[in-house]
């Protein structure tokens, strides 16, 4: 046997063992333990960014670090010992039929948590009554929009840059941004930021622009409490270098000129477009007698399609338990505002908006699984009950 | 272990327990010899892996060992792709792609770009422009003060680290009101406001910028794209009318339009605004008075007797 035959025989034994599958398992279950207990200090986001999605961590256990292989990969090496010792390698017939379906409910299980992981998006449209939107906001993400306006002020086109690509920007590593019709270097990247004036009896370490500065807070555990900062330089007509300072919640971007046309460059979190607008025509909220308790709140919206290209307007109903389902987008009545608000004040509504290619694969992979475990336990069952009737037939 | 005492003690016992197990075969498996129970084939025995059981082969002793090594290079290569090295990188512009959103305004000083809240109002201004900034953005929103303080952001009328230090004065300036006028609360990135007019939809005030205020022309385009007009030419920046003012010149503008939209996104219909730019050593001074056309208009007399007042703080 060669020794590539030899390797390949090996990890193939490795990757389809069952001692693999119960470590893994039990990793899974400490990192299910450990993300839990953080995420009380954490938040959900980051403990779901640091304990799920990464390949590893170090978990801070007091004086000592933990490092600890990621959900990521524990639960990629998973799919692969599932796949490779729990169907590929497994012997198929009429005895093992019913784990072997059980095992792909399991594989589809995980593969959706990865379609989700890699493709789905989320965030949220809020609406006041009469407001029409084409699109919907990320509760947590970030991006650096640089807008091409017209003379008018009006934005024509975008680039789009994620926070992801600009993170960890400092003086000494700059994120030099190429293919803009300008250059542009982000020079600091704050990922939770205020902005406060500069008083005369304090210096800074970094930039002051009209007064202003950024200081660079601790993340909030609700992550979309969190206002990223960022430094950002642009040439300027006298050949040196402009220096700008943007803010995801400012109230309004940042405007240059390049070249004979204005751009406004905006910290904002991410957008995403829909292939329909949505309107809302009447937010209705009923509160418990005597109390300013939501009892049922629901938005009454026109739906407008503009993919089929005819602008067909319908309307819709979005309560609670009733979501809208449109071209792969679930928009869930999900909260409303002003809180606190006195009775008559216009209230505004806000949709949960998802897209999520796997939205259903959980469901299938549940009722998979359920047949599977059907097939296999009730072949055992009735084995069972044949041996027994065989043993009563003997005696 | 139970002992038989006639079987020579503890360590006797031992040994031959230990010998026992050996003939049982690797890791406690049957031996050989050791009869199954006929009939009911073992879907998994025990160290073996579901296929290797289904196969019959023998188990491979390494694949653990192999699987830790695996698991330390997968850790190894994350660890060592995950690292971010010093140093400039380069972020490569993806396509443009249409604009998404609902607008904005575009121009504004960076004292209005961080002196209004971010939480859409209860008009429905920041909504309605775009911003689409959740209510709790209000932990955000607003400057602290000068002191380095934690950011206030309660609401617009926060005071700000060029606080007013007297009823007719502020850091920069000194001023004379018109008695007509009703000074309003303190605003963030405002020397001073006041309520003008009987409709109680004009208003009048000051904003001293560091430098140049994001430049005096822009800010000038800005206000008339507040109207929805085109920016000034250079034509028409050239013979804007000058005024004696701060002891130097200022520019004064005059816009009205159908229509006018504030920072907030609020709206004013058949709307004028009169507007002065000064600027005095390292800072800009900004005069604002906006409002209903036909009460701005009766407002021009004080609006010059106001800028005529004002003095800076030396």
Known sequence: MSAVARIGGGLVAVLSSMTLAGVLLVLLGVLTFLGTLEQAEFGLYEVQRRYFESLYLVHDAGPIGIPL???????????????????????KGRRTAGILVAHLGMLIMLASGFVEYAKSVDGHVTLYEGDERAWFQSYTETELAVVELDALGRPQREWVFTDDALAGAAPSAP??????????????????????????????????????FARASERDPQAERNAPAA????????????????????A???????GGVRYALDLRKERYPMPFAVRLDTFTKEDHPGTNMPAWFSS?????????GADVARPVTISMNQPLREEGLVLYQASWGPQGARPGQRLFSTLAVVNNPADQWPLVSCLVIAAGLLVHFGRTLVRYVRREANREGRA | M??????????PAIRRERSRRASRGPEGAPSAAAPRRAGRPELLERGRSLSEA????????RGWRTGTALAGLALVASLSSCSRGAGPRTVEAPDARPFVGDGFTAGASTAERFGLRAVPPASGGAAANGSGALPNDATHAGLGDASGGAPNGASNTTSTGAATAASNGSQHLRWTAPAEWTRGPERMMREVTFAVGTSGEAECYVSVLGGDGGGIAANLDRWRGQFDRAPFTEAELASLPRIDCLDTVALVVEIDG?????????????????????????????????????????????????????????
């Not at chain 1, 292989?69 to 012997?91: A, H, I, K, T, Y």
């Not at chain 1, 040439?235 to 400012?250: E, I, Q, R, S, Y």
């Not at chain 1, 309004?252 to 390049?258: E, F, Q, R, V």
């Not at chain 2, 139970?2 to 360590?11: F, I, L, W």
Request: zero cysteines; hydrophobic letters at 45%; charged letters at 20%.
């Open chain 1, 175 to 212: 994120a030099i941004v190429t293919g803009l019709p300008f250059e542009l270097t982000v020079t600091h990247w704050f990922a939770n930021a205020d902005v406060l004036p500069k008083g005369p009896m304090f210096e800074v370490a970094v930039p002051v622009v009209d007064g202003v």
């Open chain 2, 258 to 314: 159908e229509r006018f939209e504030g920072m907030g996104g609020q709206a004013l219909e058949d709307a004028a605004m009169l507007g002065a730019v000064a600027s005095i050593d390292t800072h800009t001074v900004f005069v604002k008075l906006t409002g209903p056309r036909d009460e701005v208009a009766a407002e021009r007399e004080r609006f010059h007797a106001f800028l005529a007042s004002l003095e800076r703080v030396r």
């Open chain 2, 54 to 61: 289904d196969r019959g082969r023998p188990r491979r002793g």
């Open chain 1, 300 to 308: 009454d919206v026109t739906v407008t399609e503009h993919a089929s």
């Open chain 1, 231 to 250: 430094y950002l330089e642009v040439p300027d007509a006298d050949g040196g270098h402009a220096t700008g300072l943007v803010w995801a919640f400012d």
């Open chain 2, 2 to 11: 139970r002992v038989d005492p006639s079987s020579g003690g503890v360590g």
């Open chain 1, 69 to 91: 292989p990621g959900g990521g990969l524990v639960m990629g090496l998973l799919f692969v010992n599932l796949l490779v010792g729990g169907v590929v390698r497994l012997r």
């Open chain 1, 252 to 258: 309004a971007p940042w405007t240059i000129s390049a």
